[in-house]
């Protein structure tokens, strides 16, 4: 049988592992010996301040280089602090452009798919230019990854988004921010929705549309908290 193994890279600063209890014995679930992997995703999210001191950084080269071509790996937001892609008069700019080079080399070379998707941080943590700076990280780094749309979803907007990982793995992509964001922000008709529930119409779509596929969601705020 097929292993879809998905390798969560992420940091713990003193805080406690949580596990549903419908998959507290997740730890016993393991796959047959003879089991295939037939793709890797690697998860990375909250980068904060980027550099090689972080060994978690070093970790996930060494795993993206073993996954090699049949591997994604997806950046799940803030991926600069404090305040995202800042603008050239920031008194923070040449750190930033410093910061998303580094996080722009680490992924560059990567055989498989990269997924940046923003985060609160990166809309500047709400603030009213939080916008811009969403367009001009995206413009940022898909101008310097050149790989073409990595930045998803598009120019600011909610998504959804679908991409296909592989034959039968699916991911899809969505801001929770732009729903929180109270400045501006792409409007309904910028996004070609009616109502803001035309968003969730689309995500039903997609799922529909993929049911005979295995489905990863994809966002920076969680769908399920535990405080």
């Not at 950046?75 to 995202?84: C, W």
């Amino acid at each position: 049988s097929l292993l879809l193994l998905c390798s969560l890279t992420f940091q713990m600063q003193g805080q406690k592992t949580f596990y549903s209890k419908k998959i507290k014995a997740w730890e016993l679930n393991k796959p047959s010996p003879n089991a295939q992997v037939k793709h890797s995703v690697f998860l990375i999210g909250d980068l904060k301040y980027p550099n090689d001191q972080n060994p978690v950084y070093q970790l996930l080269r060494d795993d993206m280089r073993s996954a090699g071509k049949n591997s994604s790996v997806l950046i799940l937001g803030d991926i600069v602090y404090p305040l995202g892609m800042v603008d050239s008069s920031h008194i923070e700019f040449k750190n930033s452009i410093i910061e998303h080079d580094y996080v722009i080399n680490l992924f560059k070379d990567h055989p498989g798919q990269s997924i940046f998707i923003p985060g609160n941080h990166d809309w500047e943590r709400g603030r009213k230019n939080g916008w811009q700076h969403i367009l001009d990280q995206e413009a940022y780094i898909e101008a310097n990854m050149n790989r073409g749309n990595v930045y998803l979803p598009d120019g600011g907007g909610p998504g959804p988004g679908a991409v296909p990982l592989c034959d039968d793995i699916v991911l899809i992509v969505f801001d929770m921010q732009w729903f929180l964001q109270r400045h501006d922000k792409p409007g309904l008709k910028q996004l070609g929705f009616e109502k803001v529930q035309d968003f969730f119409v689309h995500f039903e779509d997609i799922i529909m549309r993929n049911q005979q596929k295995k489905i990863i969601v994809a966002s920076h705020h969680p769908l399920f908290s535990v405080g």
